[in-house]
């Protein structure tokens, strides 16, 4: 299976942090699967840690080192992913969603055929089969 990490589960992972889901882990951790990171997580850790080193722990050349020294494969982003934003939906009376990176982060992996792995329950909102709140 090909799993896409959601931004905070992959900064999780590398860091071997408590608050990583035991189901995230179990994925991850799986030979069978092929664990990928995209592009856009090293762009929005890079935003956050410019802003706010003190609340980003690591830059997004750090995290790059990280994902691949844990064996990630890289996921970069295509014009594919930009159009599939036009039929992203949510469901009906659902609360908003507004992180720009986590809609563009659901596309690819819609695109790719990918499971999108997070722990942001409003990301469940959208109706996209690829989702998995763990």
């Known amino acids: 299976m090909k799993i896409l990490l959601d931004t905070h589960i992959l900064l999780w992972a590398v860091s071997n942090d408590v608050r990583l889901p035991e189901?995230?882990?179990?994925?991850?951790?799986?030979?069978?699967?092929?664990?990928?990171?995209?592009?856009?997580?090293?762009?929005?850790?890079?935003?956050?840690?410019?802003?706010?080193?003190?609340?980003?722990?690591?830059?997004?050349?750090?995290?790059?080192?990280?994902?691949?020294?844990?064996?990630?494969?890289?996921?970069?982003?295509?014009?594919s992913h930009i159009f599939a934003m036009a039929g992203l939906e949510r469901e009906e009376g659902t609360p908003a969603h507004k992180d720009p990176f986590d809609r563009m982060l659901i596309c690819q992996a819609s695109v790719e055929n990918m499971i999108f792995v997070t722990h942001d329950s409003l990301i469940a909102g959208y109706r996209e089969p690829c989702i998995l709140v763990v």
């Open 23 to 79: 189901k995230a882990k179990k994925l991850i951790e799986n030979m069978e699967n092929d664990i990928y990171y995209s592009m856009l997580s090293l762009w929005e850790v890079e935003i956050k840690y410019l802003a706010h080193p003190n609340a980003m722990p690591v830059s997004a050349k750090e995290l790059s080192e990280y994902c691949v020294e844990s064996g990630y494969q890289k996921l970069p982003f295509r014009e």
